[in-house]
């Protein structure tokens, strides 16, 4: 039985997430999809941003399991929605934040998050404690490069990104390295290659390849989360948004 | 000089907060103004509900600012759009939520909250755990009533409140208590009453008349949250979305 | 690219682990090999045996990663010799305690763990606070019956999981529940079903299953322990024991 | 209705606090009045002189609330004697510690605390953890002068606390700073200035200001701390102190 | 060579510690010799009662190490002083809760504290989460007899010891009890045996009697408090306290 | 009475442990044998090196108390087979990393440990978090040198220990230090003499003297660990191992 997982971008940016990228996540018995907001910012590199993100990846995400998909993949490192998506629907819904924090503290004591922005911080170090792993985050960095930046100049971020690597493992005593934006896609080799060149078998996390695995696995096993933490809304008019009717 | 502190209602319905309510707030040198959110649900029982409510507070919050108001108290338990707004304006922002859990920490050992529904316990849970306070929660209770039932019947939801706060008080082993839905105001006094009429001498805070006096405090203090942590977002098009230009 | 996961039971009974057990989980691409402890006890009751059945294990775990298995998954909730055999393979090693409760922890805001005896209870309080998520432990229920007496009456196991499961939902407050012992595989899907007839809907981890689906989603996406936690130990000669030169 | 608030400076030195401090914390319908202790020594920089301070605190805090004022708040960062007095009076009691580390909280991420003595750095620690807020203490930085010779050089003070403020934040961390001496009274204004024109929008807290403000908020709101957690003690003789009889 | 183990008792009452309680603790190896306070409360039953005992303790603590002994014992379980001593002395000042708490941590996975009065309680629940072992606490029992009523009726006070202990094992798990009033001394053992009887084996201690054995240990390994975190004061005028000249 | 503790060895190397070293722990009430490994590791340094350790430790520690030994004392800082020891015999069983790590939370607010490789850090981690003292360690620092190559050269090894000593103080922050291997046994008082003529009071915990220490003052006291959290292991066939019969 094949397993279809849906990976949905909740930023209107047509820039951040190719067919080539989804292509590559395709196995034999697994189907990926993709699908991109509508409405709200083109990139999100803010609380204020991710706001404006949720209602049309909500919208988006009860659509996909209408369609039939076995699971649903948020690609943005906030988790923008998780919670509110996973209300909505019964099917497997995964932040690949929330993801990549927990697998990272299976497999070492330390991890260290690199990511976009500055700005961003606050928002990972909230999310890391809300998800009960905070004493496991050995640090946050920053490449300092906004995320429509990020395209263009792959070899620049790819470079900005094992520096940090490097500082991460050397000064803050990460184990695990996650990377902290779904833009950095396909970065996490390298990345490895070059500390283990430097003397540290050190594993980097892609978080969306990493995230669509563990969605396929949760569909495969037959789980899915407690309709006791994400109870089904009731329904009710919501003036301002086309919401679909069930 | 005079403290202007603006009541954010981030629903639709015109039920939930009266003219008289806002009132009642009013001080000598404290001016309490109130708006309502233009689009998004009527109530807010779910994170589903928040998630629809947040863009149109958003706007609501940031044009308080523009008018000059000191402080914005958002009037809603789940205290929707809190970190969003504080990246959004520069003056003091406050959650009724937040500050009250804080303010009870200080108040007693254990608090309860007593709230609408089971559907919103894991949002209070997650709530109270990423505001650092965890440790501090006796339990959390509900009368099992949705809020824009809460109107008409008050004598019923007052009796339903006493009956959970005296189990909160002797079965939990609660210290304070926190009415959990902002449609509860002015409830407290009849329960402190009840409570006392029982031989426990247990404060119950009321959350909108107590985050106003403490919204005015921060603004009279001189004093809002931190730029560091909420960093002014970058301009972007919010396609869908009608914000204003600065 | 088919994966192989080797499922390694580490007591010596024969009892526990049947061939249809494994059959059960291999997949289109999913080949899962079977082995047994040659040493130690026949069931892991306490940290007594746990010790007892360790120095086998490894062996064996040595030994499938030399065969060429992309993964093991260890068939006891006691988690034994997870940390150890990390160190003496690269291959991800996976506890299904461990696994079962991060997932848990993504699943539902508290998860209670049904098992055998009260004498392990301990062994699961500790296991769980050293995973980093006591926190959203609901509670251990047992439902006192010896493993080695599991086999045999399997109906009245299954009647006993279902009235702890019950009591954890409806007393404790559990979200999600994890089966506390691999020798109650194949019991989850009559909880599930019992306690939806009485309208809780609540996800029941049988843990083999789900661990071994996480342990090929490791493979597969490339990723395992850090070598930093999990460094390679010295070579030293053990008097007492065989084992294996590299 | 106007409120009143009595500052009590628990030590028995008269330089600490001058009749000008205190008339600058009034405003239209706040009275702010002053106590000093009469027994006990100079200044608090250990908890060896803690112990000596509390005695006579205690009595004068009975003594207001004897009175008529509406609120007390203890004028030291230790908070000496904030449970004890709080056992002996109904009306609101604040220590300027607790109050500000939980609205730091609310603020940001991250705060720092810059006082006067490495000496007193562990009782800070222990408060902070007691408090519950330790997660989000970033460090504590001393300038090395003891209270008393605070008054004479502000000048240095000021650049003193300038210099570890700037460190906290560059090094530390630190989104919210906050004054760890009531004898800093007054400088937090230039060293907000002085983060900003470094490009770092930080509040910093005077604590004494800042505390009034939120103990007027408090009576206002009609709330004080659970007679619970704070049980009127048995009146007892008291040999070799004069307490006054109720 | 033998070692010399102060007990100082921190209230005026001559009932609450016999020569026969003291002479029962000597050793071939162990003096152990006692003090009592000169002026202060006769018992401690509130943060109150403390506050006015600390003082007299700390002269006493004082002069203990003045005169020779190698450790000094608090003989209260609110372990009033314990920080100021530890800044006056250099010896080692050992509190029976921290002692206790501590060592119940290593004896089991939870402990219940069995005390006096309810009005104790929170005094309690702030000690041990100031020594960290806040959830190792299974529970709080009382028996509702004032401090200085123990002595009169100990049959009675024994049975009441039973009763709360039996509950604190079968209804709130725990697997080490400790006596929490010092008044106590002498009731661990037909506790242990009663227990014993209804098939639970659980550790009860008797704090004087253990504190005096560990206060002992510390001696003879040589090791006392970091003056790191108790820093001795610096000497000042005490108005209104008699203290001794170095 | 004449208290007798034994210190188990749990390595085969005989280097280690000198009968020198046990005899300078004697004192006239205080007996201390001494025990070797017979199967397992000659030194550990992993935890795969851990688990080949404890079978041999088991037969050893349940040897000691049909012998009659009073208590018993682990010889190692990785605290091998603490917990399954405890369930197979009644007396106490102390191991010197847990009894340090406590010791230490009592002395001051945070501890170091040094040890002597890189490769146990994650283990040390480990078990510090799982005693629930995590938040009280300031660092972990290493020698890097293997524990057989402790000996022959002991005064470099002081030497490095002095080093990493002065770093804990003066980097991290320690006000207690841990001899982070038994190995290290006589070098605290050379680094505590170092210390202190850099300006540092601080206590150097030496792990086998103070941990042979509480282990008599627990079997004066009368006190040992919880037969609910140890339970007694039902009596099992060991294939591979050689086990007493009872």
């Given at each position: 039985?094949?397993?279809?997982?849906?990976?949905?971008?909740?930023?209107?940016?047509?820039?951040?997430?190719?067919?080539?990228d989804?292509?590559?996540?395709?196995?034999?018995?697994?189907?990926?999809?993709?699908?991109?907001?509508?409405?709200?910012?083109?990139?999100?590199?803010?609380?204020?941003?991710?706001?404006?993100?949720?209602?049309?990846?909500?919208?988006?995400?009860?659509?996909?399991?209408?369609?039939?998909?076995?699971?649903?993949?948020?690609?943005?490192?906030?988790?923008?929605?998780?919670?509110?998506?996973?209300?909505?629907?019964?099917?497997?819904?995964?932040?690949?934040?929330?993801?990549?924090?927990?697998?990272?503290?299976?497999?070492?004591?330390?991890?260290?998050?690199?990511?976009?922005?500055?700005?961003?911080?606050?928002?990972?170090?909230?999310?890391?404690?809300?998800?009960?792993?905070?004493?496991?985050?050995?640090?946050?960095?920053?490449?300092?490069?906004?995320?429509?930046?990020?395209?263009?100049?792959?070899?620049?971020?790819?470079?900005?990104?094992?520096?940090?690597?490097?500082?991460?493992?050397?000064?803050?005593?990460?184990?695990?390295?996650?990377?902290?934006?779904t833009g950095f896609y396909g970065?996490?080799?390298?990345?490895?290659?070059?500390?283990?060149?430097?003397?540290?078998?050190?594993?980097?996390?892609d978080?969306i390849?990493?995230?669509?695995?563990?969605?396929?696995?949760?569909?495969?096993?037959?789980?899915?989360?407690?309709?006791?933490?994400?109870?089904?809304?009731?329904?009710?008019?919501?003036?301002?948004?086309?919401?679909?009717?069930?």
């Amino acid at each position: 039985m094949t397993t279809h997982v849906r990976v949905l971008t909740p930023v209107t940016s047509t820039q951040i997430r190719s067919d080539a990228d989804i292509e590559a996540l395709q196995g034999p018995d697994l189907i990926v999809s993709h699908d991109l907001n509508d409405i709200g910012p083109p990139s999100i590199e803010s609380r204020f941003d991710e706001a404006f993100a949720i209602p049309g990846l909500l919208t988006k995400g009860m659509a996909a399991e209408r369609e039939g998909v076995d699971a649903i993949v948020i690609d943005c490192m906030a988790d923008p929605g998780l919670n509110a998506l996973r209300e909505a629907v019964n099917i497997p819904v995964l932040g690949p934040l929330e993801t990549c924090v927990h697998l990272a503290a299976m497999m070492g004591t330390q991890f260290s998050i690199i990511t976009v922005l500055e700005s961003v911080r606050p928002m990972f170090e909230d999310l890391v404690r809300s998800y009960g792993v905070a004493d496991r985050l050995a640090s946050i960095r920053v490449i300092t490069v906004p995320v429509l930046e990020l395209f263009g100049d792959e070899e620049r971020v790819q470079a900005l990104l094992i520096r940090e690597a490097k500082l991460a493992v050397e000064e803050d005593g990460a184990s695990v390295l996650i990377l902290g934006c779904t833009g950095f896609y396909g970065c996490a080799d390298a990345m490895s290659a070059a500390l283990e060149a430097g003397g540290n078998q050190i594993p980097v996390l892609d978080p969306i390849p990493v995230t669509v695995q563990f969605a396929a696995a949760m569909a495969r096993a037959g789980v899915s989360h407690s309709k006791r933490t994400y109870a089904r809304p009731s329904p009710k008019e919501m003036p301002g948004f086309n919401l679909p009717k069930d």
